[in-house]
């Protein structure tokens, strides 16, 4: 294990010099899981003095991220950056947006201009049922998308009034509203978080089949390359 230990806390220091501290924290953890793994396996005593060396520094420095971390959200001065490469996988809607929700949040806004195409419909009918399932109470969810230029239109809005009616059931509103400038693509929470994704909610890879695996679980769905940006509600107010 200590040659892969090797090479992911080099990563980790990498990140860490550049100032990416979320990502550099995540390469921290695995590197010093893996160097117990290292001193667990070992029996020289010169090797287990090294490791556990080793260990408690870079220990030392995970911590030191996570507190500055922590304390920047308090703060509402978090900002993490998410680059997601193409063809990766393990980027599911859940994995992305659970940490910010909370049951304080009650209202979200979607700003996306292209809900329309059937794929983009099921990928905000996805975004929903995790608004459902999740800690939070929504009571209602404003979409802020733009009309299907073609002969998608009236299959747009039949898909849109059918997830309202569907929501209803769940005790939330649905408000949609259409716009022929908007291009931006944001989502609010009400507790102040803010997500911002290059491609929208649209940067999943379509599946090679309706029976291939990642066609229902977007964990397991290839991504398009794109940049995922969080943001709280303070961090944004000029000063």
Request: hydrophobic share 30%.
């Amino acid at each position: 294990m200590e040659k892969p230990a090797v090479l992911v806390l080099k990563r980790a220091v990498e990140l860490d010099v550049a100032s990416r501290f979320q990502e550099s924290l995540i390469c921290y953890q695995e590197g010093i899981d893996l160097l117990l793994q290292a001193l667990k396996a070992t029996k020289d005593e010169t090797k287990k003095a090294h490791y556990r060396e080793k260990i408690s520094s870079y220990m030392s420095r995970a911590e030191d991220i996570k507190k500055n971390l922590e304390k920047e959200r308090e703060d509402g001065k978090y900002h993490k950056q998410i680059k997601i490469e193409e063809n990766t996988k393990g980027f599911s809607y859940e994995k992305l947006f659970y940490d910010y929700l909370n049951e304080t949040v009650t209202e979200v806004w979607i700003e996306d201009p292209y809900i329309r195409q059937v794929h983009q419909l099921y990928n905000f009918l996805r975004f929903c049922e995790m608004l459902i399932k999740g800690p939070c109470k929504v009571k209602i969810i404003h979409l802020l998308t733009s009309y299907d230029e073609g002969s998608g239109k009236n299959q747009q809005i039949s898909a849109l009034q059918e997830i309202e009616q569907s929501l209803k059931d769940y005790g939330v509103i649905l408000d949609v509203s259409y716009s022929s400038s908007i291009h931006d693509r944001e989502i609010r929470f009400n507790n102040g978080w803010m997500i911002k994704i290059g491609r929208g909610l649209d940067f999943y890879k379509k599946p090679q089949g309706r029976f291939c695996l990642g066609y229902c679980d977007f964990d397991l769905r290839p991504c398009h390359e794109t940049t995922v940006d969080v943001f709280h509600a303070k961090h944004t107010k000029k000063t």
